[in-house]
């Protein structure tokens, strides 16, 4: 929640108020060393890197650095960058109608300038909130030293002022994000040409656009993010440019499985799926999470590309997803997601995976393939050692229980009929409620378990999202 705009006006007022005018850098280094002695959150919302990736980050930021996130795609080096803004002051003071964000106490624009002389003290001042000095631009082939830098503006020109007028410069999007923090995201996409420009914001801190005799002083941390350069093969870093910011940080996926569950807990959206409550059980979650970290260190999966924790959240809503559409087709009063969900995940996510040439044919398989080893692997962990002789014996006389996508969690539980030990089972799942969503999930765990340790048997027939499953002895 944003604190009320400060009351000071102008020139005068400000500098009654006591304000004291701190670099960009110099700013962002004393919040975060006052973060760090408060224990307070530095970068909220980052799932993973506590003990890798930020104590790197902190380093770099308090020694002045600009810098470079180096990793595979999906490994969050965005979403880290944006906290960055966090760091600010809540407020500062600019010259009122300023493009590039004037500090009042020292101007560097010519209009700015001009104002200061004419007004003295009463020089209009605005505040800028934190949000709005973050600037960001997704490198492209088509970025040009105007979009970054800036240009002579056409329409100032044919007003009636001479090219050698300062005043005549469109700035680019790194002048507009002066006192601020800017970030490139995918770098090596740059042209190599266009990157030469960024040579003197990094080094000399400043712009020279159009060869105007304009020395544009600026305050700015250069922030930018890259894939290794071996997989993009769509260009590369100038090593002049590499060696203008002050470090390289390497960030990467969770390392562990805790940490993936975290990361889905935390983005997955699928709490209001088109204003249907949805829930997805924590075993799918695990069974979800298991399953990236398989596809991650398949031999079958190209390493160098990485496999995005998109791949997982994206996962995880299709399965939500799933459980929403049965209820919607059947009428169920609550959404629960199942076993039978699962399967949808593989074409959904296929295009997210970059294979090897070698399983040229046999993607969808690999993929099936691992998400059973998951599911199994969850299996284990949670029921591995449940007696389940209460559901079996259902199935001693013969007996067959059909599901599927479209079948309701009702329907599922009278097929099954009474279990004896379900509620043991439900708990060891970590379901606490007592709807039939709930204890269907359960039941239909545990069968896709028991067929999955050859205890069970399956004949599936129909495609992904509306087949059909008959367990049988």
């Avoid at 380093?59 to 990793?71: E, Y």
């Avoid at 399953?291 to 924790?309: I, P, Q």
């Avoid at 009428?331 to 970059?354: F, I, M, N, S």
């Avoid at 294979?355 to 691992?370: D, I, M, N, P, T």
């Amino acid at each position: 929640m944003r604190s009320s705009t400060p009351r000071e006006t102008t020139l005068g007022e400000l500098r009654t108020s006591g304000h004291v005018q701190r670099p960009v850098k110099a700013e962002i280094r004393h919040n975060l060393l006052a973060r760090l002695r408060a224990g307070e959150p530095r970068f909220p919302g980052i799932v993973g890197f506590d003990d890798t990736v930020l104590p790197h980050l902190e380093r770099a930021l308090l020694a002045g650095h600009d810098l470079v996130l180096l990793g595979e795609r999906g490994q969050g080096k965005t979403r880290l960058i944006r906290t960055l803004a966090g760091l600010l002051d809540e407020w500062t003071p600019v010259v009122a109608g300023c493009e590039i964000n004037d500090h009042p106490y020292d101007p560097v624009c010519v209009r700015c300038r001009r104002l200061a002389a004419e007004h003295g003290d009463a020089l209009p001042v605005a505040w800028l909130h934190r949000d709005e000095r973050y600037g960001e631009k997704l490198a492209t082939p088509d970025t040009s030293v105007g979009d970054l830098i800036g240009d002579v503006d056409p329409i100032k020109v044919a007003e009636g002022r001479t090219l050698g007028d300062p005043e005549t410069v469109h700035y680019g999007l790194v002048p507009r994000t002066n006192r601020g923090v800017f970030s490139i995201n995918e770098l090596p996409d740059l042209a190599e040409r266009i990157q030469v420009s960024l040579l003197n914001v990094l080094e000399e801190r400043d712009v020279q656009i159009r060869g105007y005799a304009l020395r544009l002083p600026l305050d700015v941390l250069l922030v930018a993010s890259a894939n290794p350069e071996d997989y993009t093969n769509r260009g590369r870093i100038i090593t002049p440019l590499k060696d203008r910011f002050g470090a390289e940080i390497r960030t990467h996926y969770p390392l562990d499985l805790d940490t993936e569950l975290a990361l889905i807990r935390q983005e997955a959206d699928y709490a209001d799926l088109g204003g249907a409550p949805a829930e997805v059980p924590a075993h799918l979650v695990e069974v979800i999470a298991r399953f990236t970290r398989l596809v991650r260190e398949s031999t079958a999966v190209d390493a160098r590309s990485g496999v995005s924790a998109r791949f997982a959240l994206a996962g995880a809503e299709t399965v939500a997803a799933g459980a929403v559409r049965r209820a919607a087709l059947t009428g169920e009063e609550q959404a629960v997601a199942r076993v039978c969900d699962l399967p949808a995940v593989v074409p959904t996510l296929l295009g997210k995976v970059e294979f090897e040439v070698s399983e040229e044919g046999r993607e969808q398989e690999v993929l099936e393939h691992l998400l059973r080893r998951a599911t199994a692997e969850t299996y284990r962990r949670t029921l591995g050692a449940a007696d389940l002789s209460g559901l079996l014996d259902r199935f001693d006389a013969g007996e067959r229980v059909e599901t599927g996508e479209l079948v309701p969690a009702a329907e599922l539980l009278r097929r099954v009929g009474p279990v004896p030990g379900l509620a043991k089972i439900m708990e060891r799942l970590e379901l606490s409620g007592e709807s039939p969503g709930q204890a269907a999930a359960a039941l239909e765990f545990a069968l896709e378990g028991l067929f999955l340790t050859r205890r069970l048997s399956k004949d599936v027939t129909g495609d992904h999202g509306d087949g059909t499953a008959t367990y049988r002895t």
